[in-house]
């Protein structure tokens, strides 16, 4: 049996049948089902934490049966999984793809405190990664799942432009202030908040020393 050709219009190009517009409709309401699964477990799992989330809370908030969820997501550590790599990937990912080579390293380093400032602690993701602080020793797999999917992604590469080696031993030193800024936020940021950029610029200036004023 010979397929019946696809509609053209007056100038020849190809227009879709209905069967396509069905499958483009399809795919559309299974990403916008798959988007608010993920964002209903942001929202559980940041009130509740890992452990005390269940999929059935998650199915409630998203408005959908609890058994649509395995549709997407094999289980409650596969949905954090995708949380992580959804929300925080793509920021690492820019870091990661970032000419970073042919710049200086300070200015290496205040690219990534810009971009953690902008798209990490300014929205919902600092959620993400409080939680990964808080349940990461209970759940070390999910624990290791962030560090090597977002973490050892954006350590910055050994660099010669130190007056010393302790950034290149320890790149960990470049992050840690934004660590400790979700960390005393999360807990005194109602009475005593840090103002990240702020803490970010002077620990740069620990680093590299003051920039010049001209």
Known sequence: MVASPRKTGKRGAVRAGPGAARQDAGALRRAKRRAAILAAALEEFAARGFAATRLDDVARRARIAKGTIYLYFRDKESLFQELVRAMLSPVAGTIAAAPLRDLPIRAVA?????????????TRRKDVIRLIIAEGPRFPKLAEFYYREVIARVLPVERGELPHDALARFPQLLVAPALVAIIWNGLFGRFAPLEIRDLMRAHLDLLFGARSAT
């Open 110 to 122: 205040e690219m990534i405190v810009d971009v953690f400032v902008n798209e990490i602690y300014g």
